[in-house]
């Protein structure tokens, strides 16, 4: 097998098992719900749900907290679209607060400030494995009777003030898609404490069959009630983003590997992070005190005028690097944004809104350009090493 690091013989185990019991959809087997129980376990939750995807989560999250139409819901533009897409999927009203220059996550002052009668949830990002500063969230959250829905897609095993992140949200979202920190190829799992969320998720991300539970994803009825020609099998309204129970099973295996996966990218991202010393005008992501940062990838703001990011980046590729990612560009400078072409979602309640490029959050749009990504999934020191060389390089080149 390629890529062995990545994925091995209990990944093979648990796929056999699922292969040789012939269920294979997520209403049918028990791995779904064997990666629940492990996932929710490990990251500290009463109740986890799975998804194919980090995005279908978010999506479930909002419509379980009772985000729809025509209310507000706060993020950051500093993120991937799929935060924003879950938002016009309810027919909701984006809201975009700004960032911390130095953790690049949101920042909690202005998230008070965008605060309205019509606000519906709070969705913070803990971005690139850091915590967002969450105890001010919640406390905004609790002040105002609003949830806050903690994506996590990039921040397994990331630690708040000496707390796993999912004990403290009102939910809490990953993403297992194929390059975060446990992967099941795409996929998602969705955290809550309150027992009527994730029965609410379940079923909004299962066509809302009414024998979900919030602990279990099979549909298991009496054979005599399910085949009658009188059952009504559902009482919500739901989409169907269920995940097989192959990926499950790669979910299960790489849950109980997860501190395996954790440990190899703190190392790679350690080397970076060493490198990068020599270089004070890559500024690392600020981790402050009481926080720990899993490093989805290792990014450093990129403080320099005189070389371009580009020319940057090109040394690192000509010195065999896998070059330098840049941050997505802001939510509200996509093209779906500035084109208007979002607005067709639900035009009566999004005519006559509109986010401007400039000024809409000003210390996102300073940031984003600057942003520098490395690459650290990589399954060992060796691999990573000529990597990291090709900054040290770069480094010595530009000095
Ligand atoms: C911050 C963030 N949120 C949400 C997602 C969406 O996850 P997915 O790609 O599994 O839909 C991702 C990953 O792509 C992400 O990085």
């Given amino acids: 097998m390629k890529n062995t690091w990545r994925f091995g013989e209990l990944e093979l185990n648990y796929l056999r098992e699922v292969l040789d019991s012939g269920f294979g959809s997520g209403t049918s087997g028990s791995m779904n719900n064997r990666f629940e129980t492990a996932f929710a376990e490990k990251v500290g939750a009463k109740y986890a749900v799975t998804f194919n995807s980090g995005t279908s989560t978010l999506h479930a999250a909002l419509d379980a907290v009772g985000v729809g139409y025509g209310d507000e819901v706060i993020t950051a533009p500093l993120t991937v679209i799929s935060n924003l897409d879950v938002i016009l999927a309810q027919n909701a009203v984006p809201v975009f607060a ?33 915590s967002c500063d969450l105890d001010p969230l919640m406390a905004l959250g609790q002040q105002h009777g609003i949830p806050v829905i903690n994506d ?76 009658d020609p009188t059952y009504k099998r559902h009482d919500a309204y739901g989409h169907n983003y269920r995940m097989p129970e192959v990926a499950a099973a790669l979910g299960l295996a790489q849950t109980e590997r997860m501190e395996w996966f954790l440990d190899i990218r703190a ?105 520098m990504q490395f690459v650290n999934n990589y399954g060992s020191l060796e691999e990573a090493e000529p990597k990291v060389e090709a900054l040290r390089r770069t480094i010595e080149y530009f000095a």
């Fill in 267 to 371: 190392q790679i991202s350690q080397l970076y992070l060493d490198a990068a010393k020599e270089a004070p005008y890559l500024v690392p992501q600020y981790v402050p005190e009481g926080y720990n940062n899993t490093y989805w990838t290792v990014v450093f703001r990129y403080e320099r005028d005189d070389v371009s990011w580009q020319d940057y980046r090109q040394k690192v590729v000509e010195f065999g690097g896998d070059g330098i990612y840049a941050a997505w560009a802001l939510l509200y400078h996509e093209t779906i944004m500035t084109s208007g072409a979002w607005k067709t979602r639900c035009p009566p309640l999004y005519a006559d809104l509109d986010f401007p490029v400039a000024g809409t959050c000003p210390v996102a749009e300073t940031l984003q350009p600057k942003l």
């Fill in 152 to 227: 996590a897609a990039e921040a397994f095993g990331t630690l708040y003030k000496g707390r796993r992140i999912a004990e403290i949200a009102d939910v809490t979202s990953y993403s297992t898609e194929n390059s975060k920190h446990i992967t099941t190829g795409d996929g998602g799992i969705v955290v809550t404490n309150d027992e009527a969320t994730a029965n609410r998720m379940r079923k909004f991300g299962s066509l809302g069959y009414a024998a979900l539970k919030a602990t279990d994803g099979r549909i298991r009825s009496n054979k005599d009630i399910f085949q």
């Fill in 98 to 130: 700004d960032v911390d220059p130095d953790t690049f996550n949101i920042d909690p002052e202005d998230v008070a400030r965008k605060i309205t009668p019509r606000t519906k949830a709070i969705m913070p990002i803990s971005l690139y494995g850091l």
